[in-house]
Structures are given as C-alpha cells and as structure tokens.
C-alpha cells in the first residue's frame, strides 16, 4: 500500500465531509511518527476556510485525558494522592468525604449530571466553580460511591477546580506550563469565556432541518475541565507520541490500566481514556462530542500506532472513524512503516 491508496481510502470514507460544508481533519501515526493528515470541507463555512491540519477544534471531551494527566503530575510532585477524599479540599462538599479523586478520575463517584441540574431559566454559560458549587449541595447519588460506573462531565470540572487549588495556578496556565510546551503543542489553547484567542479556529456546527446552522457553544460549552482544550490534528500528534516525556512511566501505565467496566461492551476506563481491544490489540482512546464538534483519538500503543480525528459537525461519532481507519491500518501496517511524512 502507498499514499495513494491510503488517499483514496480516506477520500471514500470522508466523502460526506468533502465541498462547502462543515470539514474534518485526520491525522495517521505510525511507528510513533505522523506520517498522513487528511482534510476536508470547512472550518468557517462563513469566510470559506478550509480545515487543514493545523485547524484547532475544539476537543470536547478528548479534554479529560489533559485533566487526568495534570492530577497524576500533581500526585507525582506529592502534593495530593489519587485516595484523597474530596472533603479533604471542600469540607462543604456534601458527603464529599465518600467520594475519591480516584472515583472522579474513573466515573465511579456516583454524582448526579450536573446538566440535569442546571435551571431551565439559565442563560449565561456554567462555569467548572460553578458546578463544583451546584454538585456540593447535593445530598442523593446515582449510586454509593465507588459501586459502579456512570459517565460524569462534572467529575472532570470539579478535578479542574482541584487542580488549581493544590497548584496555585489557573488551569490555562497550568496546562501551558506543563503540558502544552514541554510537548511543544504551540497552537493549543484552552478556551475561556470572552478572554481567550484561538488561532486558527473551527466554527462548531450542526444538521437542523436538512440545513447547517452554526452551533459554536452553548450552556455547557465553556466548563473546561472536561472539555474545553482546542487543538489541532498536528499537535495532538505531539501529545500521543510524547506522554512518556511529561509523567513517569508508572503513572502514565496506571492512567492506561482497565480500571473500571463501562456501558459499552469489552470496554473499561482508565484516568481520562477508555481501553479495549481492536483485533487483539490493546487500544486507548476516547471521543469528544460537544454541540457542532466531533472528536477522537485512538492509539493502538504494542504497534505505536493512532488515528486523530477532528471534526466540526454534529454529524457523526468521532470513534467510528478512527477505529475504521485503524482496522485499515492494522491491515497495512508493513508497508505504512516504511512511508515518510506527507500531508
């Protein structure tokens, strides 16, 4: 297989994105190296932009293995531990001393979906302190703590709040410290409410009645510990292939372990990833699925191999891309190897 068929491959698989639509951007890893990136249709169908690969999407809930990353880094410099009760950092917290950062990072804290309690009334976006505020004053679970699995978006933005209590940093800044340049990621940003600048951007938008209409945010759009990075497919590269630099190697294993079994058959979760298998191999990956944004990552880490997928319509799953592309390339992977880099 050469660049070719791989071209016609993709052009096939990404034909409904193709034209003056809402666009994608795919991005191969092989043998630790991006070797392909894809792209099509548009990243503002209102100037015409086109999406390439350094268009920054925003990542939606790809975002959580950013937050997880910072607490293990937190918990590597010792200044909290993943059995740490949440009471230990908000004795307000209703029952908090039941719940465990650990039990945040896995979904298995139990918490109510802070979505469902957010008034029906309410115009102006959440923010993370915010729902670490509405979910302290809650009294029920879903389920004793530590008893089972239910996604939580909250988890993540009370996780956000920890991180900025025990660091002394904001968040954003945490993050460009720590993660976005050591990896070098240059264009990667956290969007924060009327305060930060993305370079490069794509409009978030969605199918209504057989017509694109631009849906770029909305109630939920701006807590950031669970889904607010923007980024693009070429630093995402940098990310996937440079973890090891940033966490030690025990840590970042422990991040990647079966923790915990999801809803989704053969399928666990780790800190801010999920694990399963493709083919017999191990993968690690995760979606991100925001109003007007799709995305997904998925790394096959024994064939040091991924697929990133970037997109700005609410069309279609984000993994269902990826682990298609991944199957092709497992299929292919002798002559993938030999290739060099071209986009």
């Not at 880094?73 to 909290?80: F, R, T, W």
């Not at 199918?207 to 109630?219: A, E, F, G, S, W």
């Not at 950031?224 to 970042?252: F, H, P, R």
């Not at 697929?307 to 292919?332: C, H, P, Q």
Request: hydrophobic share 35%; glycine share 6%.
């Amino acid at each position: 297989m050469d660049y070719a068929e791989l071209t016609i491959f993709l052009d096939d698989l990404l034909r409904e994105y193709q034209g003056n639509v809402p666009g994608c951007s795919v991005g191969i890893i092989v043998d630790n190296r991006l070797i392909f990136t894809k792209c099509a249709g548009l990243a503002n169908i209102e100037t015409k932009e086109k999406c390439t690969p350094q268009t920054n999407f925003r990542l939606a809930s790809v975002t959580k293995q950013f937050t997880a990353m910072c607490i293990l880094q937190l918990v590597e410099k010792g200044v909290l531990n993943i059995t740490d009760p949440l009471s230990k950092y908000y004795p307000e917290f209703k029952n908090g001393q039941k719940i465990t950062i650990y039990q945040l990072l896995i979904h298995s804290s139990g918490l109510l979906d802070y979505e469902g309690l957010i008034s029906i009334k309410r115009k102006r976006p959440i923010s993370d302190t915010e729902v670490l505020h509405l979910l302290a004053t809650q009294t029920t679970f879903k389920f004793l703590p530590g008893t089972s699995y239910s996604y939580n978006n909250g988890g993540y933005c009370i996780l956000k709040e920890l991180i900025e209590k025990v660091s002394g940093m904001s968040y954003h800044d945490y993050l460009a410290k720590n993660i976005f340049s050591t990896l070098q990621m240059n264009q990667t940003v956290l969007s924060q409410r009327n305060k930060t600048k993305i370079r490069n951007r794509a409009y978030g938008y969605s199918i209504m009645n057989h017509k694109i209409v631009q849906t770029d945010n909305n109630l939920t759009s701006y807590t950031m510990g669970d889904g607010s990075i923007y980024s693009s497919v070429e630093d995402l590269a940098k990310w996937c292939i440079g973890t090891q630099n940033i966490i030690t190697s025990t840590l970042l294993e422990l991040s990647q372990q079966p923790h915990i079994k999801t809803d989704e058959p053969d399928e666990y979760y780790g800190f801010g990833v999920a694990i399963k298998k493709l083919e017999g191999n191990v993968v690690i990956c995760h979606e991100g699925d925001s109003i007007g944004f799709r995305s997904s990552i998925y790394l096959v880490p024994d064939q040091k191999m991924g697929v990133i997928f970037l997109s700005n319509s609410n069309a279609n799953n984000g993994n269902y891309f990826t682990e298609k592309i991944a199957r092709y390339l497992l299929s292919n992977l002798c002559s993938l190897q030999k290739l060099k880099f071209i986009s």
